[in-house]
């Protein structure tokens, strides 16, 4: 009765679209297992036992799901329906548990790990390709596996961690670099060690001088930034010397540094402002997962004074800013004015005609926040901005 041996394998995903455009995907079911019930063994790829996908074997092989292949073997399975692909590769680290009922016959085999197994039957069971050893010459007599030219091995090092912030990156290259050997990536790059910025499976193929082929992947998770917005009132920043700004940015983060200089704006998403001068607030945030960002914020302070226009006349206004009340005074040849309190958007609060040379006008009533004072008369037409803290 024929038995089937599943090997264990990794399931490896990589984009191929320097290649044939297709984009990658996960293939739920995929597996790859190695079928003894013919000899020599046949590599069979399946997916759930559907049949809506190709099948394209390293070897050159296609369209089939199964192919006489020993050692190094890759099979890329693309879905039909989504032109997506999945690519299973080789990883030939032996499994030293697994128990096979496999014949008491000596026909030794090499192993893609390096490791001579007395036939090839013992090198499925540990779940590695395999090839026929090469007799020495001498009766009973082989060769090390190690000058077998279809055992090579090869392993992806990275010199970090292979889950970074996005705006990171990390350099990925073989363990042991053969000087003598090739090596090319599924990015596309035909160089041993790579710089990786994005999310994938990243394969690489390496050939030494003998022509032994031996593949490694390595997977990279690159967590985006984390999402940063930011709304001001008024929006856009554009106000006048004296007014109130308020930044809201994105809520729920973990920690908020701004650089307004004010303490108790750290690990705040809303503040509130007094800007006297152009600025640039900048805020960086750090997420749960140690993956910052950051927003600039420019805000323009204008003293709006281009909206305000006055006649020469020597009118005092004072203290400005001011904590409580306004003194107005002015020459006492100007007869019959109007003195009106407006806001910054023209809303009239205060008026009073017939006013003396001099005037207090008491804010307790109103609002903190910047006013314009306007003096009408037969030869005034005067304005003034006006804080009130």
């Known amino acids: 009765m024929a038995r089937i041996f599943i090997c264990i394998i990794f399931l490896f995903l990589f984009s191929v679209n320097e290649v044939n455009s297709q984009t990658p995907c996960s293939l739920s079911g995929a597996s790859v297992y190695l079928d003894y019930s013919s000899t020599p063994a046949l590599m069979n790829a399946s997916v759930n036992g559907m ?14 799901n199964q192919t006489l292949i020993y050692s190094g073997w890759c099979v890329t399975i693309t879905d039909l329906i989504t032109g997506c692909d999945t690519t299973i590769c080789e990883n030939c680290m032996p ?25 090839w039957c013992l090198a499925v069971c540990a779940g590695v390709g395999w090839s026929p050893a090469i007799s020495n010459g001498l009766p009973g007599g082989w060769l090390p596996c190690s000058s077998n030219p279809t055992s090579c091995f090869v392993e992806i090092s990275a010199n970090g961690s292979t889950t970074f912030c996005e705006g990171d990156s990390i350099q990925l290259q073989p363990n042991i670099y053969d000087v003598n050997g090739t090596y090319s990536w599924s990015n596309g790059a035909n160089y041993h060690e790579i710089w990786v910025f994005s999310s994938g499976d990243y ?5 030494n001088d003998t022509g032994c082929v031996a593949y490694d992947t ?19 920043a554009d106000i006048c010397l004296g007014d109130t700004l308020v930044i809201e940015l994105t809520s729920g983060l973990d920690n908020y540094y701004w650089n307004t200089g004010n303490p108790l704006h750290q690990d705040q998403y809303v503040i509130e402002l007094l800007p006297n001068i152009d600025f640039i607030y900048v805020c960086e945030v750090i997420d749960s997962n140690s993956c910052s960002n950051k927003v600039e914020i420019e805000v323009n302070v204008d003293t709006c004074a281009t909206s305000i226009s006055s006649t020469l006349i020597d009118i005092n206004i004072f203290p400005n800013p001011t904590k409580n009340v306004l003194n107005i005074n002015f020459p006492s040849d100007l ?18 005609e017939n006013i003396p040379n001099k005037f207090v006008i008491n804010l307790s009533e109103f609002s903190q926040g910047s006013y314009i004072v306007k003096i ?3 030869k005034v037409n005067f304005f003034k901005k006006i804080i009130f803290q």
């Open 218 to 236: 390595m997977n990279i998770q690159v967590i985006p930034k984390p999402n940063l917005t930011a709304n001001t009132i008024p929006d856009p």
């Open 51 to 64: 049949s809506l996908y190709d099948y394209t074997w390293n070897n050159g092989s296609t369209g089939v």
């Open 203 to 207: 394969i690489l193929t390496y050939v």
């Open 376 to 378: 009408e008369g037969e």
């Open 335 to 352: 007869k019959d004015l109007k003195i009106t309190l407006l806001t910054i958007d023209g809303k009239i609060i205060f008026v009073n």
């Open 95 to 119: 499994d030293s548990t697994a128990f096979c009922p496999c014949p008491m016959i000596y026909m030794p085999v090499c192993g893609c790990d390096g490791i001579m197994y007395s036939n």
